[in-house]
């Protein structure tokens, strides 16, 4: 798996794209086609977004830490 530095220097975009390639690679193989397609119209409305807003940099230590959420509840 990929640690930070796989990373590193890229926009948060690019580390989408980053993320789905690999995990959509044939040896690595955890996400479907469509979930690849899925992150890379993200990255692409993310591109959007921050390029039609004023403050688009990332912080100058990189990608910002992951906030994990709680699963959602399954079932009743």
Same mark, same amino acid.
């Given at each position: 798996? &990929?640690r930070?530095?796989?990373? =590193?220097g890229?926009t948060?975009a %690019? *580390?989408?794209?980053?993320? *789905?390639? #690999? #995990? @959509?690679? &044939?040896?690595?193989?955890?996400?479907? *086609? %469509?979930?690849?397609?899925?992150?890379?119209?993200?990255? !692409?409305?993310? =591109?959007? $977004?921050? @390029?039609? @807003?004023?403050?688009? =940099?990332? &912080?100058?230590? !990189?990608?910002?830490? $992951?906030?994990?959420m &709680?699963?959602?509840? $399954? !079932? !009743?």
């Amino acid at each position: 798996m &990929p640690r930070a530095d796989y990373y =590193e220097g890229l926009t948060l975009a %690019d *580390a989408l794209r980053a993320f *789905a390639d #690999h #995990h @959509s690679a &044939p040896r690595t193989r955890h996400i479907t *086609a %469509d979930e690849t397609a899925l992150i890379y119209r993200a990255a !692409g409305r993310l =591109e959007q $977004v921050l @390029s039609d @807003s004023s403050s688009h =940099e990332l &912080p100058d230590d !990189g990608i910002a830490p $992951v906030v994990y959420m &709680p699963q959602r509840a $399954v !079932g !009743g």
